[in-house]
């Protein structure tokens, strides 16, 4: 089911179908296909769920959006004001061609299409259609990566949501006591306890799978001196991500290196969040990050690009990497998350959220940022 669980702003839903379709004409396609996913909820407030059967936003340039959807997951939508939005629904019912109906929503054939929809579908629309196909996301990532104030709002609450739960020190030590597996299990509840849909990912990475970034959790029991890594997100209702990590050490640390390289971590991180402001481009925030760890001996040890943009995915455009030379404008949202990882021994990170403001920055993670004595 399309459930919709956010709250729906109808004119800035039909602004962004609007200039959606605009920006499909000055990239010379004819229409976007979108799919059910993010890039479908951003469009009409509900992002629906994909399967064998086509569901199909079709976005004409100069025409009326329809939405292709068959009978049976139909009511899954009925919460879309689509009347209000302009969008026509077309249902179709097994033995149908869906495909059909979509060249029929369109004029031309030169098509965009959701880099994530199933190639199951991608393909035979192309035949259906017959012009070729390009990817939409270049497209839309023109409009999601410049929020607006709702959407920053909703990354914002996300944000406090994800402080409180770094801030609940009560739920953190049971690590003293505990596996990864068990930690994690506490946190998550804490993340739906205040105020996320879901917990979308739990990273507990103690000890030598600190120094692996995407470890999840494990069997692995954290120990007394060990540095413990917790990198956590979620969805709040409005649909856009949290995603903060903060680093702890169960009291004093058992590696005499501890103190002195979180330090440098700690400074790479601060320096990178203040040099964010319209204008900088996403490379020199990368490099503000990387050249502290680096000009302190641990440049190799910084395995990762700075940071990622977030909203309705937890990744997404602008990138904070090397070769990105994309000027920040105010409000682009994306993390600022240097790690260092000290392969068998120990590693850390600091993850902020962090959005483009007209004159600077502002940081929706405000726990401190030092390391954390449990
Ligand atoms: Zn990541
Ligand atoms: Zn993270
Ligand atoms: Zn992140």
């Known amino acids: ?73 139909q009511p899954g939508y009925a919460g879309i004001p689509t009347d209000e939005l302009g969008v026509e629904v077309v249902t179709w019912v097994d033995g149908e061609d869906p495909y059909a109906l979509v060249k029929a929503a369109i004029k031309g054939s030169r098509t965009a299409v959701a880099d994530m929809m199933p190639a199951l579908h991608t393909i035979k629309l192309g035949n259906a259609i017959g012009g070729p196909q390009s990817l939409a996301g270049p497209i839309i990532r023109e409009l999601r990566m410049r929020k607006d104030a ?33 930690v994690a299990g506490d946190i998550a509840a804490a993340i739906v306890e205040e105020g996320h849909t879901v917990a979308d990912f739990v990273i507990v990475g103690s000890g030598p799978n600190g120094a692996s970034p995407h470890h999840r959790d494990s069997d692995r029991v954290i120990e007394a001196g060990e540095v413990v890594v917790i990198d956590i997100g979620g969805p709040v209702a409005e649909g856009y991500n949290s995603d903060s990590t903060r680093t702890y050490v169960m009291g004093e640390p058992s590696h005499d290196d501890v103190w002195d390289t979180y330090a440098v971590l700690q400074a790479a991180q601060q320096a990178a969040v203040e040099a964010v402001k319209p204008g900088v481009t996403c490379e020199e925030i990368d490099n503000v ?37 994309l000027p920040l404008e105010a409000g682009m949202a994306f993390s600022v998350e240097p790690g260092i990882y000290l392969p068998g021994r120990w590693g850390a990170r600091i993850e902020d959220i962090v959005v483009a403001t007209e004159n600077g920055v502002e940081s929706f993670n405000n726990r401190p940022h030092e390391l954390v004595v449990l």
């Open 1 to 73: 089911m399309a459930t919709i669980i956010g709250p729906i702003d109808v004119s800035a839903l039909r602004a962004r179908l609007d200039r959606a379709s605009e920006a499909a004409g000055q990239a010379g396609v004819d229409a976007l296909l979108i799919s059910p996913g993010s890039d479908l909820r951003y469009l009409i407030g509900a992002g629906g769920d994909s399967f064998e059967r086509l569901t199909c936003l079709a976005l004409p340039v100069g025409g009326t959006p329809t939405l292709v959807v068959p009978k049976l997951e």
């Open 150 to 182: 709702a959407e920053i709002a909703a990354l914002r609450k996300a944000g406090a949501a994800m402080t409180r739960v770094h801030g609940a020190h009560g739920r953190v030590p049971a690590a003293s006591a505990g596996t990864e597996r068990e």
């Open 289 to 325: 990050a990387r050249s502290v760890i680096a000009d302190a001996g641990f440049g190799e040890f910084f395995v990762h690009r700075t940071g990622h943009g977030i909203g309705l995915d937890v990744h997404e455009e602008p990138y904070i990497v090397s070769g990105n030379a």
